[in-house]
């Protein structure tokens, strides 16, 4: 079966155009989807189309934007469609910039990107491993699923990948969620132990490794369901125990992942400014009047 790209079109560079074929990387199938179902009667619920007491047909639909509370300007689908930017069928690269350069926190949606197909697989190759070597991404902008949506085009394996960003006034501010904790600075000694603790926990990043345990669960309860039987018992986590003190607990972190705990090196304490004691002189000590009467008995 031949593959359906999600969107078709040209990637641009300066004077370089790349034919491509673009395809969602997010396998939605792997989603446990269920339906409303009436519970006297085991039918499908179904959700109809209204306007106040009557039934719609879907083609009688057009798009509304509310201008006023109840006043709409109103838009044909048609209208929409038609609409055409340069970015609905080129995607013109508009920077470079460094692999780490853009936070995690604006990346949106990733999809696969390949050539199309019409001998175009040289000039592909060579703009990938061009990102690739000099650990840079593309930065341009696309429309589709009806805006105009930021990206990056980076390297992936054998072929690149695209990510839709979001834009920066789509991620909140920083200030209300960090206030309590922008000028608290922590003990020396803990943020060493959790140093350890992340040095001895690091390794390569195998995504094979983890499961959706929930999605397991609730696939099992709905085979055990249909086979008309009870579920397997899903194991439940390790209770944790309750943390009385952060070092107690990272030290049986430590502990627990083997090994002796590596001695942390404590900063010396601040010394306590005292008053310099001045040197003792040479010269002989002026008699007191407590000497002159001891003298005369």
Same mark, same amino acid.
């Given at each position: 079966?031949?593959?359906?790209?999600?969107?078709?079109?040209?990637?641009?560079? %300066?004077?370089?155009? #790349?034919?491509?074929?673009? /395809?969602?990387?997010?396998? !939605?199938?792997?989603?446990?989807? =269920?339906?409303? *179902?009436?519970?006297?009667?085991?039918?499908?619920?179904?959700?109809?189309?209204?306007?106040?007491?009557?039934?719609?047909?879907?083609?009688?639909?057009?798009?509304?934007?509310?201008?006023?509370?109840?006043?709409?300007?109103?838009?044909?689908?048609?209208?929409?469609?038609?609409?055409?930017?340069?970015?609905?069928?080129?995607?013109?690269?508009?920077?470079?910039?460094?692999?780490?350069?853009?936070?995690?926190?604006?990346?949106?949606?990733?999809?696969?990107?390949?050539?199309?197909?019409?001998?175009?697989?040289?000039?592909?190759?060579?703009?990938?491993?061009?990102?690739?070597?000099?650990?840079?991404?593309?930065?341009?902008?696309?429309?589709?699923?009806?805006?105009?949506?930021?990206?990056?085009?980076?390297?992936?394996? %054998?072929?690149?990948? #695209?990510?839709?960003?979001? /834009?920066?006034?789509?991620? !909140?501010?920083?200030?209300?969620? =960090?206030?309590? *904790?922008?000028?608290?600075?922590?003990?020396?000694?803990?943020?060493?132990?959790?140093?350890?603790?992340?040095?001895?926990?690091?390794?390569?990043?195998?995504?094979?490794?983890?499961?959706?345990?929930?999605?397991?669960?609730?696939?099992?309860?709905?085979?055990?369901?249909?086979?008309?039987?009870?579920?397997?018992?899903?194991?439940?986590?390790?209770?944790?125990?309750?943390?009385?003190?952060?070092?107690?607990?990272?030290?049986?972190?430590?502990?627990?992942?083997?090994?002796?705990?590596?001695?942390?090196?404590?900063?010396?304490?601040?010394?306590?400014?005292?008053?310099?004691?001045?040197?003792?002189?040479?010269?002989?000590?002026?008699?007191?009047?407590?000497?002159?009467?001891?003298?005369?008995?």
């Amino acid at each position: 079966m031949a593959l359906r790209p999600y969107w078709s079109g040209t990637i641009r560079l %300066s004077l370089v155009s #790349l034919p491509v074929n673009m /395809y969602l990387a997010v396998n !939605r199938q792997k989603t446990i989807a =269920f339906h409303e *179902i009436y519970r006297p009667t085991g039918e499908r619920v179904h959700h109809a189309l209204m306007a106040g007491d009557k039934p719609v047909e879907r083609d009688d639909l057009v798009k509304g934007y509310e201008v006023e509370k109840g006043e709409y300007v109103l838009i044909e689908p048609d209208e929409i469609k038609a609409l055409k930017i340069p970015s609905s069928q080129v995607l013109d690269i508009a920077e470079f910039v460094g692999v780490d350069d853009i936070d995690d926190v604006y990346i949106e949606t990733p999809y696969f990107i390949a050539p199309d197909g019409k001998g175009n697989d040289a000039t592909f190759s060579v703009i990938r491993d061009a990102l690739r070597s000099s650990k840079k991404v593309a930065v341009g902008q696309l429309a589709i699923g009806g805006r105009e949506r930021l990206c990056r085009i980076r390297p992936f394996g %054998s072929g690149m990948i #695209l990510e839709t960003l979001r /834009y920066e006034d789509e991620i !909140r501010e920083e200030d209300p969620y =960090f206030d309590d *904790i922008r000028d608290r600075k922590p003990d020396s000694e803990e943020v060493e132990l959790a140093r350890e603790l992340i040095k001895r926990k690091t390794r390569s990043f195998n995504p094979s490794q983890f499961h959706d345990h929930y999605r397991e669960a609730l696939q099992e309860l709905i085979d055990a369901r249909a086979e008309h039987r009870e579920p397997r018992e899903v194991l439940e986590e390790k209770p944790v125990a309750k943390v009385i003190n952060l070092m107690d607990a990272l030290r049986q972190s430590l502990r627990e992942k083997g090994g002796e705990e590596t001695p942390v090196r404590k900063a010396p304490a601040r010394s306590r400014t005292r008053k310099a004691t001045p040197p003792k002189s040479d010269k002989p000590k002026r008699p007191t009047r407590k000497d002159a009467a001891r003298k005369a008995g």
